[in-house]
């Protein structure tokens, strides 16, 4: 456990102050151990994934920030069923979806180029529902979870919306078990590499940034309402609306939180005004603001 730790080096923006306590949860255990110590002493706590979709505010977050490692980073490939038309993992939570991603495709799982490109970790993206096209739900067969007041990994039946599920807001996915129809590995790969090009031409990820901060509204989409307002190329401190990608927030070098949190801000009321639209944020904002 490390006390008072900074957690902009734990987010893809480089932002965020510290958290009172950064857990790493290496075992099922060790996190049930944790998570009873939360529920008896009524501690807050947060679930870190990889940070790729998260503004931590300037001022940090209080109580306690678990991290997930050790078994919960291993995949599992059900090789030993009856060889068929599906293809099954068992992927710990802090799996990163990326390799995750490499290696599905290599085994021809249909679908799984929705998921190319997108960083973070199976946990995150199931909180999430991440994708493009089509999402990690779509996949999914069962989930484990562990809460504080069940603190053992134990099955939910969740639902699956755009970008965000049923998932209780107390709980860790421990464990996804992800069911694919089984095709042509060339053709999946060939699909992966198309899609990785288009982020890499489309995206500013030279810049920190977390994706997409707003949710597409229905029938259109939030970057075309965003660049229409004008607002790209907006800056607030080291925080830039992309010129690139109107719905990305770039942190330019020494951009604080509240920097990224008040041009979401102005964008959103730009927004509002020039086509009375309420954008809905996809980031989620978390810590202490000043
Ligand atoms: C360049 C770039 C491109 C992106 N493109 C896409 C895209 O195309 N589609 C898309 O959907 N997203 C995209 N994202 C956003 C992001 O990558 C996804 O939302 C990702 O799934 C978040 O996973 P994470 O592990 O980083 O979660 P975090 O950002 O750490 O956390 C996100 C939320 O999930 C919760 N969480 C994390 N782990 C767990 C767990 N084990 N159990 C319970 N809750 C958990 C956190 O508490 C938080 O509320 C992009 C981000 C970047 C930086």
Known sequence: ?????????????RVGGPADALVNATSTAMLAAVLRICARAELPWFMLGSGSNLLVGDGGLRGIVFRLGGEYSAVTWCDDEPRGDMVRAEVGASASLAPFCGKAAGRGCVGIASLAGIPGSIGGALRMNAGTDRELGEFVESVLVQTPHRPDPHPVSLQYFYRHTSLARDAVVAKVRLRFECGDPGAVRA?????????????????????????????????????EAGCKGWRCGGAEVSPQHANFIVNLGGASAADVATLMARVRRRVHERFDVDLLLEQHVVGVFD
């Open 1 to 13: 456990m490390a006390f008072d730790r900074p957690l902009a080096p734990y987010t893809s923006y």
């Open 191 to 227: 699909d992966l590499q198309r899609r990785l090009k288009r982020r890499k031409d489309t995206q500013p990820i030279q810049w920190p940034n977390a994706g997409s901060v707003f949710r597409n509204p229905p029938g259109d989409k939030a970057g075309r309402l965003i660049e």
